[in-house]
């Protein structure tokens, strides 16, 4: 289950951050008006996400468990610090795109997440490509949903003109109601897809959008959400034992 190969599809496929767990919508609405603009942000954070995962996997045994999530921003931090530098110096074009969602990865919260849910239990080389992976799955989203964006309301892909003379941009798509008219039709086929998959007899539970929360019965043993229930859930019945012990 932490091989590679499974890392990095269960971030490209089975958990993509965006389409999936619906999660990071803030710089996947914000900065995805161009293919380039989403490539940009989706590597910018991939590489965030790998790095502080594997710095936080190796210091899993040292960090204490009451002040792990600080620790974990000083890390993420650290990092997109770095990042951001080396975008300002090599790739200023791309920077002043992006703007002011580059520190803004700090509190993103597929970050955070994964070092939550994954790098903080886990061994070095799995945490690396789940941080690949994850970052992976989000870089093909955004840059999807800007290709798209791109296309409608300008006609253009990664900036070549595609589209005939005739066509007449749609500019709305290029604006923010543009971001969230293009997210809900890539949902939307993808849960026709599934749709379609299950007509068929196929297993497509692996494909939704956004968690149900069904904990009860979900498999995902590295789910955060489950896990903070099942922490609460053990913390309450500890503290109704002791409360009838009492009585």
């Not at 999660?23 to 996400?49: D, I, K, R, W, Y």
């Not at 960090?63 to 530098?85: G, N």
């Not at 409608?152 to 990664?158: K, N, R, S, T």
């Not at 993808?190 to 007899?201: F, L, P, S, Y």
């Amino acid at each position: 289950m932490n091989s590679a190969k499974e890392r990095l599809v269960n971030g490209i496929v089975k958990e993509n951050p965006t389409f999936v767990l619906m999660l990071g919508m803030c710089p996947t609405l914000a900065v995805t008006t161009s293919a380039v603009n989403g490539l940009g942000m989706g590597l910018t954070t991939m590489a965030v996400l790998a790095l502080s995962n594997v710095f936080i996997s190796l210091l899993r045994n040292i960090i204490p468990d009451k002040v792990r999530i600080p620790a974990f921003i000083v890390i993420i931090a650290s990092f997109v610090t770095v990042v951001e530098l080396l975008l300002q110096g090599y790739i200023p074009f791309l920077y002043d795109s992006l703007g002011l969602y580059i520190p803004l990865i700090v509190v993103n919260c597929i970050i955070l997440g994964r070092a939550e849910a994954y790098a903080y239990k886990n061994p070095v080389l799995p945490s690396l490509f789940d941080g690949i992976g994850m970052g992976l799955g989000f870089s093909v989203a955004l840059t999807c949903i800007g290709a798209v964006r791109e296309l409608l309301g300008a006609g253009e892909i990664f900036g070549i003109h595609v589209m005939p003379e005739s066509f007449v941009p749609v500019s709305i798509f290029i604006m923010a109601p543009g971001a969230f008219f293009v997210l809900a039709i890539l949902t939307a086929i993808q849960n026709k897809v599934k749709i379609n998959g299950e007509k068929k007899g196929k297993d497509m539970s692996k494909i939704q959008s956004g968690c149900g929360n069904d904990c009860m019965n979900c498999s995902d043993t590295g789910c955060a959400h489950r896990l903070y229930d099942e922490k609460a859930g053990s913390t309450s019945g500890g503290q109704m034992k002791e409360g009838e012990k009492n009585g």
